[in-house]
């Protein structure tokens, strides 16, 4: 009974919480989750692009006339871009080798699973149901969610990349509201994160998954069913500092809310962002919040 105490006082301090960040749109009353056609989860490692530029083809082409210029920065740009990508497929798979330790996990690891366990964290106020692929609910909102995991390369943390569509009730053809949504968790402060991750079959893995999953999908069906939409005035943006595992990144964004050591940010591309603030003060009451 002690224990079902706790874990129900967890879920309301995190639904708490995470609602605040959510900038506290009223979840819907009746609202679906429709599962991947995929039931494995996406998982790669987070990679750094920052120097992919450096060591690309300085190949210069020496045509006469305008037309033979044209044709030029055409056959440079083409050979640049295969370039880049090369060099973008290289960095992708070096930075993937971080989840060797972990692919036992990560292989079991299923959407069905992981999403029903992602709704039993939203907020208490709404009443969600799992929807198999092929189903179909006209009856309330719905929503479609693609998610991409990632794990820092210091393994300390995970970030969420979610692709998410939101149907309105009676209105399946057109999305009512679609946005990706980047959660990052806190840094993890165990010296064993191998050990820390894999322990008991990977639960405290499916254990975070799952709640960035949860954020992300509140954050967006709070926009959705809010009406709310990030500011699109450019003034309003500045450098936000964050934690992205255990190093501070910086991002252009509008600051949306923050609370329990996050903010909520939107960024130059449209995405809506929850990350950890850096030296954001330990709140019990937001242990849960990931």
Same mark, same amino acid.
């Given at each position: 009974m002690a224990v079902l105490k706790k874990t129900a006082l967890a879920v309301m301090a995190w639904s708490l919480c995470a609602g605040a960040l959510a900038q506290q749109q009223a979840l819907p009353a009746t609202w679906s989750l429709r599962l991947p056609p995929q039931q494995a989860v996406a998982f790669r490692g987070l990679?750094?692009?920052?120097?992919?530029?450096?060591?690309?083809?300085?190949?210069t082409y020496m045509m006469p006339g305008i037309a033979g210029l044209a044709a030029a920065v055409a056959a440079h740009s083409l050979v640049i871009n295969r370039d880049l990508e090369q060099q973008k497929s290289a960095i992708e &798979?070096?930075?993937?080798?971080? &989840? &060797? %330790?972990?692919? %036992?996990?990560?292989?079991?690891? +299923?959407?069905?699973?992981?999403?029903?366990?992602? &709704?039993? =964290?939203?907020a208490p106020d709404s009443a969600a149901l799992l929807l198999a692929f092929q189903d179909q609910d006209q009856q309330g909102w719905l929503v479609e969610s693609t998610p991409l995991f990632a794990?820092?390369?210091?393994?300390s943390a995970l970030v969420l990349d979610n692709a998410i569509a939101v149907y309105a009730p009676g209105a399946r053809q057109q999305a009512a509201y679609r946005n990706t949504v980047r959660v990052v968790s806190r840094a993890s402060t165990h010296a064993d994160l191998e050990t820390y991750w894999n322990a008991a079959q990977g639960r405290q893995l499916q254990d975070a998954s799952a709640a960035l999953l949860a954020l992300s999908l509140e954050i967006a069906l709070r926009q959705a069913h809010g009406g709310a939409a990030a500011p699109a005035d450019r003034a309003g943006f500045r450098t936000v500092?964050?934690?992205?595992? =255990?190093?501070?990144?910086? /991002? +252009?964004?509008?600051?949306?809310? /923050?609370?329990?050591?996050?903010? *909520?940010?939107?960024?130059? +591309?449209?995405?809506?962002?929850?990350? %950890? *603030?850096?030296q954001s003060g330990a709140d019990p009451a937001c242990a849960e919040v990931p």
């Amino acid at each position: 009974m002690a224990v079902l105490k706790k874990t129900a006082l967890a879920v309301m301090a995190w639904s708490l919480c995470a609602g605040a960040l959510a900038q506290q749109q009223a979840l819907p009353a009746t609202w679906s989750l429709r599962l991947p056609p995929q039931q494995a989860v996406a998982f790669r490692g987070l990679a750094n692009f920052d120097k992919s530029g450096k060591g690309a083809s300085g190949t210069t082409y020496m045509m006469p006339g305008i037309a033979g210029l044209a044709a030029a920065v055409a056959a440079h740009s083409l050979v640049i871009n295969r370039d880049l990508e090369q060099q973008k497929s290289a960095i992708e &798979l070096a930075a993937d080798k971080v &989840l &060797l %330790p972990y692919r %036992p996990v990560l292989d079991a690891m +299923r959407h069905d699973t992981l999403m029903a366990q992602a &709704l039993a =964290r939203v907020a208490p106020d709404s009443a969600a149901l799992l929807l198999a692929f092929q189903d179909q609910d006209q009856q309330g909102w719905l929503v479609e969610s693609t998610p991409l995991f990632a794990m820092t390369q210091d393994q300390s943390a995970l970030v969420l990349d979610n692709a998410i569509a939101v149907y309105a009730p009676g209105a399946r053809q057109q999305a009512a509201y679609r946005n990706t949504v980047r959660v990052v968790s806190r840094a993890s402060t165990h010296a064993d994160l191998e050990t820390y991750w894999n322990a008991a079959q990977g639960r405290q893995l499916q254990d975070a998954s799952a709640a960035l999953l949860a954020l992300s999908l509140e954050i967006a069906l709070r926009q959705a069913h809010g009406g709310a939409a990030a500011p699109a005035d450019r003034a309003g943006f500045r450098t936000v500092r964050y934690h992205e595992g =255990r190093k501070e990144v910086a /991002e +252009r964004a509008q600051v949306l809310s /923050e609370q329990c050591g996050r903010a *909520l940010i939107s960024n130059l +591309r449209g995405w809506l962002m929850s990350v %950890p *603030l850096p030296q954001s003060g330990a709140d019990p009451a937001c242990a849960e919040v990931p």
